[in-house]
């Protein structure tokens, strides 16, 4: 029954994300920031206790929230690590001058980045190598998300400004670079206290690990149908540079083809030779 829920809900997911350009502007444009991110959260809560036991699971939250709300908070205040930038009142109540919804945020999509990881390294914890290699290909799996997503956003619904623009598409480079570091010290720093935690059971392969992956396509299908959706009409970032929203939208659509696809792709070829052996 939990598995018929999460394809469910992947599947429930995955048609919003397609249908965001319609609702967006319109009077459901408030869910769109809640659905997104309760998505994730309701997958995981169905999801972790059987694959990594409630006590990594709030391990893991924990860790996820204090380290995004902290890196967050820094560049608000100095422009380190992710640029100059300040959250819009978009997305709703705020903790400091970080909005509440961002660090569940982070949580849900750490989580499945970090299960696509190990299909994709063949790699467990413990063992330092293994937790350092685990947390660099999760911080990659997490930063295509970002660089399919922040443009839309940022330039376009304005849930968060970046004062001085940036060259892909109004977002600064160096925010990637600053998400790398914020994701990868999450990963590292659970990897760090999980493999002290003794789990209910071993870790290993099987049909549910198709679950992350199908979570992660259905967030990745709102950006591939961006290539088919018509966008007219230009946006403007913080320091005036004009954007065709037609261009902006394809080319996310075309990055997240090549980036979160080839995640995809890959993690279902892992899945099924591990079915076969």
Same mark, same amino acid.
């Given at each position: 029954?939990?598995?018929?829920?999460?394809?469910?809900?992947?599947?429930?997911?995955?048609?919003?994300?397609?249908?965001?350009?319609?609702?967006?502007?319109?009077?459901?444009?408030?869910?769109?920031?809640?659905?997104?991110?309760?998505?994730?959260?309701?997958?995981?809560?169905?999801?972790?206790?059987?694959?990594?036991?409630?006590?990594?699971?709030?391990?893991?939250?924990?860790?996820?929230?204090?380290?995004?709300?902290?890196?967050?908070?820094?560049?608000?205040?100095?422009?380190?690590?992710?640029?100059?930038?300040?959250?819009?009142?978009?997305?709703?109540?705020?903790?400091?001058?970080?909005?509440?919804?961002?660090?569940?945020?982070?949580?849900?999509?750490?989580?499945?980045?970090?299960?696509?990881?190990?299909?994709?390294?063949?790699?467990? &914890?413990?063992?330092?190598?293994?937790? %350092? +290699?685990? /947390?660099? =290909?999760?911080?990659? $799996?997490?930063?295509?998300?970002?660089? #399919?997503?922040?443009?839309?956003?940022?330039?376009?619904?304005?849930?968060?400004?970046?004062?001085?623009?940036?060259?892909?598409?109004?977002?600064?480079?160096?925010?990637?670079?600053?998400?790398? &570091?914020?994701?990868?010290?999450?990963? %590292? +720093?659970? /990897?760090? =206290?999980?493999?002290? $935690?003794?789990?209910?059971?071993?870790? #290993?392969?099987?049909?549910?690990?198709?679950?992350?992956?199908?979570?992660?396509?259905?967030?990745?299908?709102?950006?591939?149908?961006?290539?088919?959706?018509?966008?007219?009409?230009?946006?403007?970032?913080?320091?005036?540079?004009?954007?065709?929203?037609?261009?902006?939208?394809?080319?996310?659509?075309?990055?997240?083809?090549?980036?979160?696809?080839?995640?995809?792709?890959?993690?279902?070829?892992?899945?099924?030779?591990?079915?076969?052996?």
């Amino acid at each position: 029954m939990p598995n018929r829920f999460l394809w469910a809900l992947i599947g429930l997911t995955a048609v919003f994300s397609i249908l965001k350009p319609i609702i967006l502007g319109t009077s459901l444009d408030p869910l769109v920031p809640l659905i997104s991110i309760l998505a994730p959260i309701l997958f995981v809560l169905f999801h972790a206790p059987r694959t990594i036991g409630w006590t990594r699971l709030a391990l893991f939250f924990a860790l996820t929230c204090v380290i995004s709300w902290s890196y967050e908070s820094l560049s608000i205040a100095t422009g380190f690590p992710f640029g100059n930038y300040h959250y819009t009142d978009n997305l709703g109540p705020k903790l400091g001058t970080v909005p509440l919804l961002i660090m569940p945020a982070y949580f849900g999509v750490c989580y499945i980045c970090w299960l696509i990881s190990e299909l994709l390294t063949d790699l467990r &914890l413990p063992g330092r190598p293994a937790a %350092l +290699a685990l /947390s660099v =290909v999760a911080s990659f $799996v997490m930063v295509v998300w970002d660089l #399919s997503m922040d443009p839309a956003r940022a330039t376009v619904a304005q849930a968060w400004i970046w004062h001085d623009g940036g060259a892909y598409f109004g977002v600064p480079l160096v925010n990637f670079a600053g998400w790398f &570091l914020c994701v990868l010290t999450i990963f %590292l +720093a659970y /990897s760090a =206290v999980s493999d002290r $935690v003794r789990q209910t059971e071993p870790r #290993s392969f099987g049909s549910r690990d198709a679950l992350p992956i199908g979570l992660y396509a259905a967030l990745f299908a709102e950006f591939a149908a961006n290539i088919f959706w018509p966008h007219s009409g230009t946006v403007a970032d913080a320091a005036g540079q004009i954007w065709s929203l037609d261009v902006l939208y394809q080319t996310l659509g075309l990055v997240s083809c090549f980036t979160m696809g080839f995640v995809i792709v890959m993690s279902l070829v892992k899945l099924r030779s591990k079915a076969k052996a």
